[in-house]
């Protein structure tokens, strides 16, 4: 399966595109499709059809997934825009290590 290098709850920053310079958490990631939705990035207006949920439907305003190599992990600890090394820990746990700060998360 492919492996993105974000994940859910990651905060990223977004590198190119009309959001350039954004910052924001990963909603959702799509391995899959090597994309990932962050919020409040790549907003889209969609009209959708009246529905249970929605009984009036209209226009609404959603993240659309961009490519996640468009994205760049922001580090938890000391907030830059960072790449990982990955490391396995004694409990067997897999960790992200930050190559700036030594964070692990
Ligand atoms: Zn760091």
Do not use: W, Y
């Amino acid at each position: 399966m492919p492996k993105l290098h974000v994940r859910k709850g990651d905060t990223v920053k977004v590198l190119s595109g009309k959001d350039a310079g954004a910052t924001g958490e990963v909603l959702r990631a799509l391995p899959q499709q090597g994309r990932v939705v962050v919020k409040g990035v790549a907003i889209v207006k969609k009209s959708v059809r009246p529905s249970q949920n929605n009984p009036r439907g209209g226009i609404i305003q959603k993240e659309a997934p961009i490519a996640a190599a468009r994205v760049q992990l922001i580090c938890p600890e000391c907030k830059k825009p960072t790449r990982v090394n990955h490391k396995v820990t004694e409990a067997g746990k897999k960790v992200r290590v930050c190559k700036k700060c030594g964070h692990e998360f």
